[in-house]
Nanobody
Framework: VQLQASGGGLVQPGGSLRLSCAAS????????MGWYRQAPGKQRELVAL???????NYTDSVKGRFTISRDNAKNTVYLTMNSLKPEDTAVYYC?????????????WGQGTQVTVSS
């Protein structure tokens, strides 16, 4: 499985961006998809995830501002980010996760930089 992330960039505070993560094959029926971010000097943190059943979960700091969604036909997961703040500045990574028995299958996309600054 290959994941290709895109959509990052420079945006002013209060602005919006939409990140995309395209999977090389159809995996959404068996993999939970997530977006993580890592700011300079900080640990990577989970931002949002969407399960195989379509349930979503968000870290508290982005609730009400970010939305994770997916297009099964395009094998693409999105992270729509509104009301961006300077503290959202980070490299964003998409992730695919599946647990099967005692095994875990984890794939990462390359990061895409999001910079929120005036």
């Amino acid at each position: 499985v290959q994941l290709q992330a895109s959509g990052g960039g420079l945006v002013q505070p209060g602005g919006s961006l939409r990140l995309s993560c395209a999977a090389s094959i159809s995996i959404f029926s068996i993999y939970t998809m997530g977006w993580y971010r890592q700011a300079p000097g900080k640990q990577r943190e989970l931002v949002a995830l969407i399960t195989t059943g379509g349930s979503t979960n968000y870290t508290d700091s982005v609730k009400g501002r970010f939305t994770i969604s997916r297009d099964n036909a395009k094998n693409t997961v999105y992270l729509t980010m509104n009301s961006l703040k300077p503290e959202d500045t980070a490299v964003y990574y998409c992730n695919a996760f599946r647990a099967s028995g005692r095994y875990e299958y984890i794939y990462w996309g390359q990061g895409t930089q999001v910079t929120v600054s005036s």
